[in-house]
């Protein structure tokens, strides 16, 4: 099913974030940052996500999944939550896991599980995919490209079943999440895998941690 919401639902959600360990994260950039500078990346990136998130408006809580010790530090200081990755069976069982201690936390809360590869996320913008996802059991925000997803959002009561990777989007409509087309929310849609995904979150303007660390890129 796919959805045009152009009003949003006011709600508190708690927001599910992985993050794998460094060394391993941003295989794809290998081109654009070499193996010394992709783990720093890849947490900047993470940072000027979960920055973005704890400023949000529609935002209570942030729990991030993770076992690298550098990154929970530095997260853990935006105001997150760190947990860690006790499934080790990959991205959406950490997300499953996530989303189950959050509402260990608040059973009744609203849950969303969010990529952390957002560097140029805008608080505002993602308050209005997280009002429109309100008023659906299950919704989703695809990515840039159209063929992944970067938001999944579960209703309080409700399971989040994600389905992340690849072709997420097809998947997520399948399972019967509704797709969001909220307008105008393209920092919440531009997550980084490669070189030409880093100019396009570039053009629509980083976060700081961001900014600094893409400095010593090589060029291009």
Not at 16 to 43: E, F, M, N
Not at 97 to 126: C, F, T, Y
Not at 189 to 196: I, M, N, P
Not at 207 to 219: E, F, I
Request: hydrophobic residues 50%; aromatic residues 2%.
């Amino acid at each position: 099913m796919r959805i045009d919401v152009d009003q949003p639902v006011v709600s508190a959600w708690t927001l599910v974030i992985p993050l794998k360990p460094l060394p391993r994260a941003k295989s794809r950039l290998a081109d654009t940052a070499g193996d010394g500078l992709r783990p720093s990346l890849a947490l900047a990136f993470a940072q000027d996500t979960v920055a973005a998130v704890v400023a949000c408006w529609a935002v209570r809580d942030v729990v991030v999944v993770t076992d690298d010790a550098r990154a929970a530090a530095e997260l853990g200081a935006l105001g997150a939550r760190i947990v860690r990755d006790e499934p080790a069976g990959g991205l959406n069982a950490a997300l499953a896991h996530g989303a189950r201690s959050a509402r260990a936390v608040r059973p009744a809360s609203a849950v969303a599980a969010l990529n952390a590869d957002l560097p140029a996320l805008r608080s505002a913008e993602l308050g209005q995919v997280l009002g429109a996802a309100a008023a659906f059991p299950r919704a989703f925000l695809a990515d840039a490209a159209g063929i992944g997803t970067t938001l999944l959002t579960a209703a309080p009561g409700v399971e989040l079943r994600p389905l992340f990777g690849g072709a997420s989007r097809a998947r997520h409509l399948a399972s019967g999440a509704t797709e969001l087309l909220t307008p105008d929310v393209d920092s919440v849609r531009q997550d980084v895998d490669t070189g030409a995904d880093l100019d396009a979150a570039r053009r629509l303007g980083l976060g700081p941690r961001t900014s600094h660390a893409s400095r010593a890129l090589r060029p291009a």
